[in-house]
């Protein structure tokens, strides 16, 4: 069987593999899945819009397309802190939106396979249960992985495009 098949495009699903993008927040390592990325950017210019949940930082024109900025810290209850010169924007499509998540640092591109990752531990209650998928173990770190399409609230997503609409 030769790459170009159609076979060896459905392959990872056959091994049973996932690629993300890891990134940091607070100390902390997380996943998201690489289909779900569009692009990673650098910090500029946001532009705040009142009346915004305070985890909605703004907006950025790019490339004639605004995007709403979610600061991925606030929004999970963690204290904001200045962008350093590791600081991104991770661009990704949620419900098929595109919005931009503010982390600390992108770490790398992992491909892990279905027997590394864990449900996500019963203890973990709150809002965070909804939109973590489970745990990778990679040698000695645990990667958490998000389902960026649980992120936002329908409220929050309806709030977001009355931001853009301003």
């Known amino acids: ?11 990872d699903e056959v091994t049973g593999t996932m690629q993300l993008v890891s990134f940091s927040l607070a100390e902390e390592e997380y996943g998201i899945e690489i289909t779900k990325v569009q692009e990673i950017i650098l910090v500029g ?6 009346q915004t949940p305070n985890f909605i930082k703004g907006l950025i024109n790019l490339r004639n397309t605004v995007i709403p900025i979610v600061d991925l810290r606030m929004r999970f209850g963690m204290s904001s ?12 499509n949620v419900n098929g939106r595109t919005i931009g998540i503010i982390v600390d640092a992108v770490s790398e591109v992992l491909r892990i396979s279905n027997e590394q990752i864990a449900p996500p531990p019963p203890t973990v209650a709150g809002l965070g249960r909804d939109y973590i998928t489970g745990l ?4 000695q ?3 958490i992985l998000l389902d960026i399409e ?8 309806a709030e977001l495009q009355m931001a853009e609409a301003v």
Do not use: C, F, G, N
């Open 1 to 11: 069987m030769s790459a170009t098949t159609p076979e060896a495009v459905t392959q």
């Open 45 to 50: 210019e946001i532009t705040r819009v009142p």
């Open 81 to 92: 802190t200045a962008p350093s010169d590791e600081t991104r924007i991770v661009v990704v």
């Open 136 to 139: 990778a173990k990679l040698d």
């Open 141 to 143: 770190r645990l990667l």
């Open 150 to 157: 649980k992120l936002l609230t329908s409220e929050e997503v």
